[in-house]
Nanobody, 127 residues
Framework: EVQLQASGGGLVQAGGSLRLSCTGS????????IGWVRQAPGKEREGVSW????????FYADSVKGRFTISRDGARNTVYLQMNNLKPEDAAVYYC????????????????????RGQGTQVTVSS
């Protein structure tokens, strides 16, 4: 059973930083692409960032480019999302997603067609 555990959310002032972690279990972590989506009240779900298996490819939404960095540690079955220069509009519940790697790459994630999603972690940014 694929399980994804997101952590690292919290309250931060605008301009501050947080690092989210997504730890996977129950599957061959290195064979899966991992992503982060977020959803704020009254807003559509947004694909924030994605990393392919073995760090080959990454994707960032335009809204976070230059501020967020995604990385993975296969030894810990964990993907990190380093979020710097946070803005109030970054406030949301962040969820990590997983899919077995395919030739579709980030396109499947961007389209919202991911197969697995874990419980979220709340990020609050005060202005």
């Amino acid at each position: 059973e694929v399980q994804l555990q997101a952590s690292g959310g919290g309250l931060v002032q605008a301009g501050g930083s947080l690092r989210l972690s997504c730890t996977g279990s129950g599957f061959a972590f290195d064979d899966y692409d991992i992503g982060w989506v977020r959803q704020a009240p009254g807003k559509e779900r947004e694909g924030v960032s994605w990393i392919g298996q073995r760090d080959v490819d990454t994707f960032y939404a335009d809204s976070v480019k230059g501020r967020f960095t995604i990385s993975r540690d296969g030894a810990r079955n964990t993907v990190y999302l380093q979020m710097n220069n946070l803005k109030p509009e970054d406030a949301a519940v962040y969820y990590c997603t997983a899919d077995r790697h395919s030739w579709l790459g980030a396109e499947r994630f961007i389209s919202g067609a991911y197969n697995f999603r874990g419980q979220g972690t709340q990020v609050t940014v005060s202005s």
